[in-house]
């Protein structure tokens, strides 16, 4: 059995396909379980500010038809379960709004994710010239705290692709061992899920989010974990399922977490 708890289609406005053609992608390559986690509506100053960012998430009138949408095809799909899901940005200065927004349907999962430095999109491939000039120690440290920040919130039922920043290879001269454990250590004391984010092996990291380390250290911090393919498009739909089995198993784990009604539940690997 497989599992995709991270996908995207085409409302979040910058990933291709229907949900009815990630449903059909999905019971092709055998997944038993698909969550679809669109990109929650961005607050209204975000979008005023940044003028990339309605490229970023669907559009606040979407969101009732993208969950009337999902619940339909789970109503009428045996195979796979099909799950409703929402990815919110963390964005520490509009946490009220996110809060009410999540509020607003009955999703089973929520994933967390940081892909905000204050208007700074720092994962968007347009955008790399906003690494120039920067201290990266600084900068991990900084990104870290605010995943763990965004933990912490109680908000979020997994933190996706935790070591994000490393998407284009900037990685800090003091190494990120350390980082990794403290930030372990935090996501376990919030009592979080962290996701194995397939999508890494397709970005210029060409690695797992998380990174082998960082997953060794999420198990000894006794996090638990979810698997994501992050698809943009539905051939990516339980991309690299196989990968991402093996390196949980290579860390210690037995067993990874799906959610319904936001109660997670175990399943074997």
């Avoid at 692709?161 to 454990?181: A, C, I, S, T, W």
Wanted: hydrophobic share 45%; aromatic share 8%.
């Amino acid at each position: 059995m497989s599992i995709d708890m991270h996908v995207h289609t085409a409302r979040c406005g910058h990933a291709r396909g229907a949900a009815a053609e990630y449903v059909a992608a999905a019971r092709e390559r055998g997944v038993s379980i698909l969550a679809f986690t669109d990109h929650l509506p961005l607050p209204a100053a975000v979008l005023a500010a940044d003028p990339h960012a309605a490229s970023y998430a669907m559009p606040a009138s979407e969101l009732p038809d993208y969950v009337a949408e999902i619940r339909d095809l789970a109503s009428r799909t045996a195979a796979p379960e099909v799950l409703l899901g929402i990815e919110a940005d963390h964005l520490p200065a509009h946490l009220e709004e996110t809060e009410r927004a999540l509020a607003s349907a009955d999703f089973d999962v929520v994933l967390g994710s940081v892909h905000y430095l204050d208007d700074w999109a720092f994962d968007d491939p347009d955008r790399t010239d906003g690494y120039e000039g920067r201290d990266l120690d600084a900068l991990w440290d900084r990104y870290f705290t605010l995943v763990c920040e965004a933990a912490e919130t109680g908000l979020y039922d997994v933190m996706g692709h935790p070591d994000l920043m490393k998407k284009f290879n900037f990685l800090p001269p003091g190494g990120l061992d350390e980082r990794y454990q403290w930030c372990a250590e935090r996501l376990a004391a919030a009592g979080v899920a962290v996701e194995v984010n397939t999508a890494g092996l397709r970005k210029p990291c060409r690695e797992l989010y998380p990174s082998m380390a960082f997953l060794r250290a999420l198990n000894r911090a006794g996090v638990p974990m979810t698997v994501g393919s992050d698809a943009h498009r539905p051939g990516e739909v339980g991309a690299a399922w196989d990968e991402a089995a093996a390196a949980l198993r290579s860390a210690g784990y037995q067993s990874v977490l799906v959610f319904r009604k936001r109660v997670p539940e175990e399943v074997g690997l």
